[in-house]
C-alpha cells in the first residue's frame, strides 16, 4: 500500500510538477470558452426555434456539451495514455509481475485522469458563468449535480475498456479515436440532435453522451422536465457499462497472464 502511495505522489508530480504543462493544458481548458463566446455573439443574431430550450442562446448550449466533452474525453483518453507510458518505461510490467494486483494499479493510473476531467468540467462552466452570468439564473443544481454523477460512473466504465484494450490490442488510440467520432458528431455536441435526419436521430438516442448532454443542458437552463427520462436512460447504461468493463479488464488480464507480456504499442 505505501508503494502504491509513492506511485501515485509521482503520478501528481509528474502531471503537475512542469508549470509550463500545467500552464499549457489549462489553457486548453480556458480558451476555447473565451473563442466560443465571441463566435456565438455573430450567432446568436437570430434565435433558432430549437435553442429555445436551451435558453434561446448558442453559448449556453455550448458551453454545457464542451464541458461535459471534456470530462468524458479525459478519461477516455488521457487514462489510456498514462497506461502506455507507464508501460514503455516497463513499471506497469514490474509491478504487474510483483505483489500488486493488476486492478489497483489500473484504479492508481485512473485518479489523475479523473481529477484533470472535473478540472476541465468545472473550469468551463465557471468560464462560462463569468462570460455569461445569466446562465446559471435558472440553473438546477441537484439536476446539474447528478448529471455529474452519471457521468463519473459512466466514463469510469468506458475508461476501463479503454485501458483493457489499451493493453492488450495494438493501435488502441485509433479505436479510441473512432468512437470519438461517433460522439461528437451524433450526440448533439455542436448542434441539438433535433436537425439531423430521421434514422441519424435513431443512432444518436443509442449513445449515452446524447442523454448525458440533454441533462446537463436542461439542469442548467432549469428545466427539469425531462431529467427523470433521461436520468433513468443514464441508469440504464451504467448497468449494462459497468459489468461490461469488468469483463473486458478481466478478459484483458487474463491474456496477458497466459501469454507472459503486455502488448507492444505503437
Known amino acids: 500500500m505505501a508503494f502504491l502511495l509513492e506511485f501515485l505522489k509521482k503520478e501528481f508530480r509528474e502531471e503537475c510538477g512542469m508549470w509550463t504543462g500545467f500552464i499549457l493544458r489549462f489553457g486548453a481548458v480556458i480558451l476555447p470558452g473565451f473563442v466560443f463566446y465571441y463566435l456565438s455573439r455573430i450567432v446568436d443574431t ?22 461535459v466533452y471534456r470530462f468524458a474525453y479525459t478519461i477516455l483518453f488521457r487514462w489510456p495514455t498514462v497506461v502506455y507510458r507507464e508501460r514503455w518505461r516497463g513499471t506497469l510490467e514490474s509491478l504487474w509481475l510483483g505483489k500488486y494486483t493488476p486492478v489497483s494499479l489500473v484504479l492508481v ?20 458563468k463569468s462570460l455569461a452570468p445569466s446562465i446559471f ?7 446539474l449535480l ?16 479503454a485501458v483493457a484494450l489499451a493493453l492488450v490490442v495494438n493501435r488502441a488510440s485509433e479505436m479510441l479515436q473512432i468512437f470519438n467520432f461517433i460522439d461528437i458528431f451524433f450526440s448533439g455536441l455542436f448542434f441539438p440532435t433535433a436537425i439531423l435526419p430521421s434514422p441519424l436521430r435513431w443512432i444518436s438516442e443509442f449513445l449515452p453522451m446524447t442523454h448525458l448532454l440533454r441533462l446537463v443542458r436542461f439542469g442548467l437552463t432549469g428545466n427539469v422536465e425531462t431529467a427523470l427520462a433521461e436520468s433513468l436512460l443514464l441508469s440504464i447504461f451504467i448497468a449494462g457499462a459497468v459489468p461490461l468493463a469488468a469483463l473486458f479488464l478481466h478478459f484483458a488480464i487474463c491474456k496477458i497472464e497466459e501469454e507472459g507480456r503486455l502488448a507492444v504499442w505503437g
Request: proline share 6%; no cysteine; net charge negative.
Open 137 to 143: 439564473q435558472n440553473a438546477y443544481f441537484p439536476e
Open 109 to 128: 493510473l485512473g485518479i489523475w485522469p479523473f481529477v484533470e476531467g472535473l478540472v476541465n468540467f468545472f473550469g468551463l462552466i465557471m468560464v462560462g
Open 46 to 67: 437570430t434565435t433558432p426555434s430549437f435553442q429555445v430550450h436551451f435558453g434561446g442562446a448558442f453559448f449556453p448550449f455550448f458551453i454545457a456539451g464542451m464541458a
Open 146 to 161: 447528478g448529471a455529474l454523477v452519471f457521468a463519473v460512473f459512466l466514463y469510469a466504465a468506458f475508461g476501463l475498456m
